[in-house]
């Protein structure tokens, strides 16, 4: 079984900086592409960023420049650095790794969520 585990939000100010982390663990699994999403009240679940295991990047609009994704060597934490935050970007954030389970050529993918972890910016 996956399990996602994160940690870091919590409540800032306007312009501040946070930095979720989250840690991918299972037996017998890779971990392929890994991100954050965010849902804010009312609204859909968003992609706020992923990476590749090659460290490919991709970022909502709304969050470039602002927000940086990383992931270390072993591929399975996955980081997202947050600076000059806004209040729009309050929102329960939400880690997601689609894993690989296999062997030889035949392999499959199932996405995993974490249970996401709440990000409040005050103005």
């Known amino acids: 079984q996956v399990r996602l585990v994160e940690s870091g939000g919590g409540m800032v100010q306007a312009g501040g900086s946070l930095r979720l982390s989250c840690e991918a663990s299972g037996s017998h699994f890779r971990f392929d592409t890994m991100g954050w999403y965010r849902q804010a009240p009312g609204k859909q679940r968003e992609l706020v960023a992923d990476?590749?295991?090659?460290?490919?990047?991709d970022y909502a609009d709304s969050v470039k420049g602002r927000f940086t994704i990383s992931r270390n060597n072993a591929g399975n934490m996955v980081y997202l650095q947050m600076s000059s935050l806004k209040p729009e970007d309050t929102a329960v954030y939400y880690c997601?790794?689609?894993?690989?389970?296999?062997?030889?050529?035949?392999?499959?993918?199932?996405?995993?969520w974490g249970q996401g972890t709440e990000v409040t910016v005050s103005s």
């Open positions: 997601h790794a689609d894993t690989l389970k296999g062997s030889g050529t035949t392999w499959f993918l199932t996405p995993y």
């Open positions: 990476i590749t295991t090659r460290g490919s990047t």
